[in-house]
């Protein structure tokens, strides 16, 4: 009863930020993502009689907090199948975890997709889909491949991603520039609850329906500049909902800065690229793959940077036949 399996971060390009229901995990509203090539987690998991309790290892350490959760998450995978047995699971990361760059979405979905096959349910998409998002909201977006829309639905039912198009759809590029590895001193699970002290939220709200069907009319249309202008546009909005929360959430280092004005003052140049960040410091910069090189130059100059990953669009979740132990 064993199986492993790996999956993807994912880069929101419209995001979502606050939930309906805390304990479902249900948005405030739907989100628009891409899965990323060089960003993933290999969770293996095994289900055992002869195991007394439950062994959670992530990236070679025992993290309490983490563990809570993921033996959550177990229970959930054993009420499904009808199961008593304790497990054990080993889950590492080939990039930086808790630095706002998705890795609770790629290790929830990998998780998602190990213990149910371990126990041996065979689940659709849409199941690991609504099964991941109750682990990890974004985990949802993993699951499927590609370019990938979460619905915003009100039920637990209703709530799950579906791929709008494939990974090879358009050539995109998603460089991730990492100025700092350190873990944020606030998750996002818990940012998130401050949602509703944000002056600003009401008005995001009431017209992100709007801006994510223009964001997928740009999509369809493969409109580069003015869909990277709406996804810079709508990462700005949305931590300018975290700065005015209380207390206000300031993820931003000054290398994060940085490579924010530099990214402007390239485009005005002659780099069409454009930034997106999520709830951390490390930073998202979208291109079209023909830009990637010049950037990667540009990048390799900065002090700040300490590693550069460039992504391609990605298939979601997957089994694997190497585990980890």
């Excluded at 939220?201 to 202008?229: C, D, Q, T, Y």
Aim: charged content about 25%; overall charge positive; hydrophobic content about 40%.
């Amino acid at each position: 009863m064993k199986a492993t399996a790996q999956a993807p971060a994912n880069i929101a390009f419209i995001k979502y930020w606050g939930k309906k229901n805390e304990v479902l995990r249900l948005p405030e509203n739907g989100s628009l993502s891409m899965n990323l090539s060089g960003l993933w987690t290999e969770t293996t998991v095994e289900f055992l009689p002869k195991y007394k309790k439950d062994k959670v290892v992530i990236n070679g350490e025992k993290e309490v907090g983490e563990e809570i959760r993921v033996i959550k998450h177990l229970d959930r995978v054993r009420a499904l199948a009808k199961l008593n047995f304790k497990a054990k699971v080993v889950s590492q990361n080939n990039f930086p975890a808790g630095t706002g760059l998705s890795s609770s979405a790629s290790g929830f979905a990998a998780l998602t997709l190990a213990a149910s096959t371990a126990v041996g349910l065979h689940l659709s998409e849409k199941a690991l889909s609504i099964l991941a998002r109750q682990g990890s909201g974004s985990a949802c977006r993993s699951v499927p491949d590609g370019f990938v829309e979460w619905l915003n639905g009100d039920t637990s039912e209703t709530s799950y991603a579906v791929s709008l198009y494939p990974p090879n759809y358009w050539r995109l590029a998603d460089v991730v520039v990492i100025v700092s590895e350190e873990k944020k001193t606030v998750s996002s699970t818990a940012g998130q609850k401050l949602v509703g002290t944000s002056p600003f939220f009401p008005s995001r709200l009431s017209r992100i329906k709007a801006k994510l069907k223009l964001a997928k009319k740009l999509l369809a249309e493969k409109n580069f500049p003015v869909f990277g202008e709406l996804c810079e546009a709508e990462a700005l909005e949305l931590h300018a909902v975290m700065f005015t929360s209380q207390p206000a959430l300031i993820y931003w280092t000054p290398g994060t800065l940085k490579i924010m004005k530099l990214t402007q003052k390239w485009r005005e140049l002659d780099l069409s690229v454009y930034f997106t960040i999520n709830t951390g410091q490390d930073i998202h910069l979208i291109c079209e793959r023909k830009t990637v090189k010049p950037l990667i130059n540009r990048l390799k100059k900065i002090s700040e940077v300490k590693k550069i990953v460039v992504n391609q669009p990605a298939k979601g979740a997957r089994l694997i036949g190497k585990h980890l132990f």
